[in-house]
């Protein structure tokens, strides 16, 4: 089954501890994204990738980084949250930048 | 100006009526358009693309207007199984922000029985 794989879903942590939100598609897609999505401002893009080693910051890089070792991977890693990370998280891919985006099911993060 | 933008509603409407949102983009160059549904707190999925000839898939029904730059979504005698969010995605071009496709903040559509 074609899919997008996101771990975890759920995680409460506190603020300063480092984590990784997991993403893994089996599509053989080479475009991958991160977008986080707040009551009253919508999906926005965290950081994307076009292929292997190749990333690029969004919208609200900002606290983040990412890696693309391999294709079907695109990690997501906060290395110190704060509260004002606490969202709904979504990992994405596609076969290009403008076409059909597959997402995952979501992470929902609370930083205390 | 912002990019994408979407009636946030939401959009009380009967079983069985048929309702019609609107979606707005601002760079003229965009080429690729969808209509995406949200659930509450699920991931978004793809409802259906937006050709320049218009399409139909079902009760579904989306338009595409390049000179004056809005997308439609019509949907046909109403389901209380489309109470959603509804979402308009464009997309946009690297060069500093963001890449890819760019979405709407939702409209959010509540079918009552």
């Known amino acids: 089954e074609a899919q997008v794989t996101q771990n975890p879903r759920y995680l409460i942590t506190v603020t300063g501890k480092k984590l990784t939100v997991t993403c893994s598609q089996n599509?053989?897609?080479?475009?991958m994204s991160w977008y986080r999505q707040d009551p009253g401002l919508g999906l926005r893009q965290i950081y994307y990738?076009?292929?292997?080693?190749?990333?690029d910051k969004g919208d609200v890089p900002e606290g983040y980084k990412v890696s693309r070792k391999e294709k079907r991977n695109f990690p997501l890693i906060l290395e110190s949250p704060s509260p004002n990370q606490t969202s709904l998280y979504f990992c994405?891919?596609?076969?290009?930048?403008?076409?059909?985006?597959?997402f995952g099911q979501g992470t929902r993060l609370t930083v205390v | 100006r912002k990019e994408v933008e979407q009636d946030p509603g939401p959009f009380n409407v009967p079983e069985g009526a048929t309702v019609a949102f609107n979606c707005t983009y601002s760079?003229?160059?965009?080429?690729?358009f969808f209509w995406y549904r949200q659930d509450c707190r699920k991931e978004p999925k793809l409802l259906m693309s937006?050709?320049?000839s218009g399409n139909e898939d079902g009760r579904f029904t989306a338009q595409l207007n390049r000179a004056s730059q809005y997308i439609s979504l019509l949907i046909r005698d109403s389901k209380l199984s489309d109470s959603a969010t509804y979402l308009c995605?464009?997309?946009?071009?690297?060069?500093?922000?963001?890449?890819?496709?760019?979405f709407g903040k939702g409209t959010h559509l509540i079918i009552q029985p």
């Open positions: 760079n003229s160059a965009s080429q690729s």
């Open positions: 994405a891919s596609s076969y290009g930048r403008n076409t059909e985006a597959f």
């Open positions: 990738s076009m292929n292997v080693e190749v990333t």
């Open positions: 995605v464009v997309n946009s071009y690297s060069g500093g922000g963001a890449d890819g496709l760019t």
């Open positions: 937006v050709y320049s």
């Open positions: 599509m053989n897609h080479e475009y």
